[in-house]
């Protein structure tokens, strides 16, 4: 758009000098840099305000006495670049972080993205290497990104780590009519042994995932299918369209054959089998005249835990703890965290979620102020984590946050049980 721009201004420039006939300009041509260099730099401090009488701090404090909180900073970097030459360009993005608690002290250094791209027409993509995958119109889910890395609720638009893959894109364009654009995107994942993928599968294996994107009447469209050698066939599909300029809607629906579920009875046995899930999500996106932003989601987690399975997953935490207060055998809640485990390690195992986030641009006119409050409830239990924040951006390139997590639940329910009843957290980022 810029050389082009330059253009008109030379070219008006030389017709207002022909006719003059008194000056000789020459605007030299806006060269593009071949390459980009950027990233963040960010500290921050996390305040855990302890839940002493939850099953989760039962089962990482048994035999412990942290007192009231724990705390834990943090200090990273995220690194970008990238190089253009001719069709062809290089992308790279890397993690660094270093997090400091009471006890430990590790060291966190990941690559997320580092691919090559060539295009060889403007139509056609090839790709290879390590890339971020953000299939899914769902702000704080995705059901039918199945091979995105999951997001954190709590933080959606933080950056993830990519997957490795080599794959193409083809994208058409129409002029007229209800279609405006088409694109097919396809990956192959291959899993190396302790260097790629290795969560889809075991070394040698593949993954595959393809996605056919339609424009259609302003709609943006996408038809989505992944599997693997070992991975649930998946089939999904997603939506999104303005209604409005200050409107949006937005869907998902996915559906996956074979997942493989461990459920826990009431006294610690545990039965895995596998199942075809149905799950999905439905959202809005609401600007109004005040420049109050509303985002609204529903999300039915088709692999999740229904109201009596989560009963019994507590009441076999409970009885563990009780057991160990009676015996003293630190093996039986070594045996429950294991058991809890496939629970635990999904960030939300419930069926049933409703999210809500309000965001106020610069209230009563405080330049780059934007505070913010965002609500999740598990439906089924009534449960809800509500988490009021503020972002300041007082200086160019420099952000505050401020932000306290407010776990609020009665006993066996998800929320309710959380470690933490409190986690207030400050980060200072610059961006460069």
Same mark, same amino acid.
């Given at each position: /758009?810029?050389?082009?721009?330059?253009? *008109?201004?030379? &070219?008006?420039?030389?017709?207002?000098?022909?006719?003059?006939?008194?000056?000789?300009?020459?605007?030299?041509?806006?060269?593009?840099?071949?390459?980009?260099? @950027?990233?963040?730099?960010?500290?921050?401090?996390? $305040?855990?305000?302890?839940? +002493?009488?939850?099953?989760?701090?039962?089962?990482?404090?048994?035999?412990?006495?942290?007192?009231?909180?724990? $705390?834990?900073?943090?200090?990273?970097?995220?690194?970008?670049?990238?190089? %253009?030459?001719?069709?062809?360009?290089?992308?790279?993005?890397?993690?660094?972080?270093?997090?400091?608690?009471?006890?430990?002290?590790?060291?966190?250094? #990941?690559? !997320?993205?580092?691919?090559?791209?060539?295009?060889?027409?403007?139509?056609?993509?090839?790709?290879?290497?390590?890339?971020?995958?953000?299939? @899914?119109?769902?702000?704080?889910?995705?059901?039918?990104?199945? &091979?995105?890395?999951?997001?954190?609720?709590?933080?959606?638009?933080?950056?993830?780590?990519?997957?490795?893959?080599?794959?193409?894109?083809?994208? #058409?364009?129409?002029?007229?009519?209800?279609?405006?654009?088409?694109?097919?995107?396809?990956?192959? *994942?291959?899993?190396?042994?302790?260097?790629?993928?290795?969560? *889809? @599968?075991?070394?040698?294996?593949?993954? !595959?995932?393809? #996605?056919?994107? *339609?424009?259609?009447?302003?709609?943006?469209?996408?038809?989505?299918?992944?599997?693997?050698?070992? $991975?649930?066939?998946?089939?999904?599909?997603?939506?999104?369209?303005?209604?409005?300029?200050?409107?949006?809607?937005?869907?998902?629906?996915?559906?996956?054959?074979?997942?493989?579920?461990?459920?826990?009875?009431?006294?610690?046995?545990?039965?895995?089998?596998? #199942?075809?899930?149905?799950?999905?999500?439905?959202?809005?996106?609401?600007?109004?005249?005040?420049?109050?932003?509303?985002?609204?989601?529903?999300?039915?987690?088709?692999?999740?835990?229904?109201? @009596?399975?989560?009963?019994?997953?507590?009441?076999?935490?409970?009885?563990?703890?009780?057991?160990?207060?009676?015996?003293?055998?630190?093996?039986? /809640?070594? %045996?429950?965290? %294991?058991?809890?485990?496939?629970?635990?390690? $999904?960030?939300?195992?419930?069926?049933? !979620?409703?999210?809500?986030?309000? +965001?106020?641009?610069?209230?009563?006119?405080?330049?780059?102020?934007?505070?913010?409050?965002?609500? /999740?409830?598990?439906?089924?239990?009534?449960?809800?984590?509500?988490?009021?924040?503020?972002?300041?951006?007082?200086?160019?390139?420099?952000?505050? /946050?401020?932000?306290?997590? &407010?776990?609020?639940?009665?006993?066996?329910?998800?929320?309710?049980?959380?470690?933490?009843?409190?986690?207030?957290?400050?980060?200072?980022?610059?961006?460069?």
């Amino acid at each position: /758009m810029l050389p082009f721009a330059l253009s *008109l201004v030379v &070219i008006f420039v030389g017709a207002v000098s022909a006719t003059a006939g008194d000056y000789d300009i020459t605007i030299p041509e806006a060269e593009q840099k071949p390459y980009e260099l @950027g990233g963040k730099l960010e500290i921050g401090y996390l $305040q855990h305000r302890l839940d +002493s009488d939850s099953a989760r701090y039962r089962l990482n404090y048994y035999n412990q006495d942290p007192g009231d909180y724990t $705390q834990q900073g943090w200090a990273l970097a995220e690194l970008r670049g990238q190089y %253009r030459l001719g069709n062809a360009q290089a992308k790279v993005l890397t993690h660094h972080q270093l997090i400091e608690t009471e006890q430990t002290e590790e060291w966190l250094n #990941k690559v !997320y993205e580092a691919y090559v791209s060539l295009t060889p027409s403007p139509h056609l993509t090839l790709e290879a290497g390590k890339k971020a995958i953000l299939w @899914g119109k769902g702000y704080a889910w995705n059901p039918a990104g199945f &091979i995105n890395r999951s997001k954190d609720p709590d933080d959606p638009e933080l950056n993830l780590e990519g997957r490795t893959v080599a794959g193409a894109e083809f994208i #058409k364009s129409f002029v007229g009519g209800q279609v405006q654009n088409l694109g097919l995107t396809a990956f192959v *994942l291959p899993v190396i042994e302790d260097w790629a993928n290795k969560e *889809l @599968g075991s070394d040698g294996q593949f993954a !595959y995932a393809a #996605k056919f994107y *339609l424009l259609w009447q302003d709609t943006d469209i996408d038809l989505i299918y992944a599997g693997g050698d070992i $991975q649930p066939q998946s089939l999904g599909v997603d939506f999104a369209k303005n209604l409005a300029e200050n409107v949006e809607v937005h869907g998902e629906l996915a559906w996956r054959h074979g997942v493989t579920r461990t459920v826990l009875d009431a006294n610690g046995r545990a039965a895995t089998f596998e #199942k075809d899930t149905w799950s999905g999500l439905a959202g809005i996106r609401y600007l109004n005249a005040h420049d109050t932003t509303f985002i609204a989601e529903y999300y039915r987690n088709g692999s999740g835990y229904d109201r @009596g399975e989560v009963n019994d997953f507590f009441a076999y935490q409970q009885a563990a703890f009780a057991r160990w207060r009676a015996t003293g055998n630190a093996a039986v /809640m070594q %045996r429950a965290n %294991r058991a809890v485990s496939p629970y635990y390690q $999904q960030r939300n195992f419930g069926q049933d !979620y409703a999210y809500l986030k309000i +965001s106020q641009k610069e209230p009563f006119d405080i330049l780059y102020l934007n505070p913010w409050v965002a609500i /999740m409830v598990n439906l089924q239990d009534l449960s809800a984590n509500i988490q009021p924040g503020v972002t300041w951006a007082p200086v160019t390139n420099l952000e505050l /946050m401020a932000r306290v997590g &407010i776990a609020m639940g009665p006993s066996a329910t998800e929320f309710g049980e959380k470690q933490d009843d409190l986690r207030p957290e400050v980060r200072v980022t610059w961006y460069f």
